[in-house]
Each structure stands twice: as C-alpha cells, then as structure tokens.
C-alpha cells in the first residue's frame, strides 16, 4: 500500500460513468418503474452510494478514504435503450476517490443487472471510465478527445 502520511489533505473530487445496455422489454418496465423487484433506480442509487463508501473493503491495497459526498445519477436514453450512470465522489485528504466514484458506477450498474436479469440475460454493462478529477499532487484531470 502507498504511504500517504506525508501528503497534504486537499479537496478531492471525481467524476465516473457507466452504461447499462438493457434492451427494449427491459429497458421499457425500467422506465415505466415494472421491474418484478421494485425501484432500479431508486434501488441502484443506494447501492451506488453504498459501493463507494465500501471501495476499501473490495479492491485491494485501496485506502480507506472517508467520503465527505457521494451522488449517483441516472440518464435514460431511449434511442439506445440504456441507462447511462454518473457518480460524483467528494473528500478533503491525502489521496484522491477516482476509485470510490469508479466504484459507485460499478454498484448501481450491477444492481440494475441484477434487478432485470429476470427480463433478459443479455445485458450489458460497457464503458466505466473515469470522466473527471480533481486535487492532488497530480493535478486535474478531464477526458479529452486524446483520451478516447
């Protein structure tokens, strides 16, 4: 594990997102809130949060970092039939929460499986990527065209 104990605690943000590929049966009960299990959204939001503030517990080596804010939203896109994920992490310490937002998209995209796999098997979970971040001895960071 990385010694931080020198670094000086800053602001830290970071910003992730996902996609959740459902297909058009499942993809309508979701918008519609008919999922035999109940709210995905509002059910995936929980988990999202949850997962971040579990990073630690679940990657290895990972610090334990206390998450000052977390926020996890969704974006239906019916030409697509897909839920596209956000998750906004937030702590002021020594090392950053890229992971703790990767995190949280991760969680709500797998509660969104798990709620529909009932509907279809073939979903798909793509593109977790970190969009943004902020604080550090790195600097910032935004995903650019070069990026891509």
């Known amino acids: ?87 906004y992490t937030k702590t002021v310490g020594p090392t950053g929460v890229e992971m703790e937002a990767l995190t949280a998209v991760s969680v709500a995209a797998l509660t969104i499986y798990d709620m529909c796999k009932s509907v279809s098997k073939a979903i798909q979970i793509t593109d977790v990527h970190l969009l943004a971040k902020t604080g550090g001895q790195s600097g910032d960071y935004r995903k650019g065209k070069a990026d891509q």
């Open 1 to 87: 594990m990385v010694d931080v104990s020198t670094k000086t605690d800053t602001v830290r943000t970071a910003v992730a997102a996902g996609r959740v590929l459902l297909g058009e049966e499942a993809f309508g009960l979701v918008t519609e809130n008919k999922i035999r299990k109940g709210d995905v959204l509002g059910i995936a939001q929980v988990a999202g949060i949850m997962g971040a503030k579990q990073t630690s517990k679940l990657i290895p080596l990972c610090h334990d970092v206390y998450v000052k804010g977390v926020d996890v939203e969704f974006t239906l896109n019916p030409d697509d039939h897909a839920v596209d994920i956000q998750a």
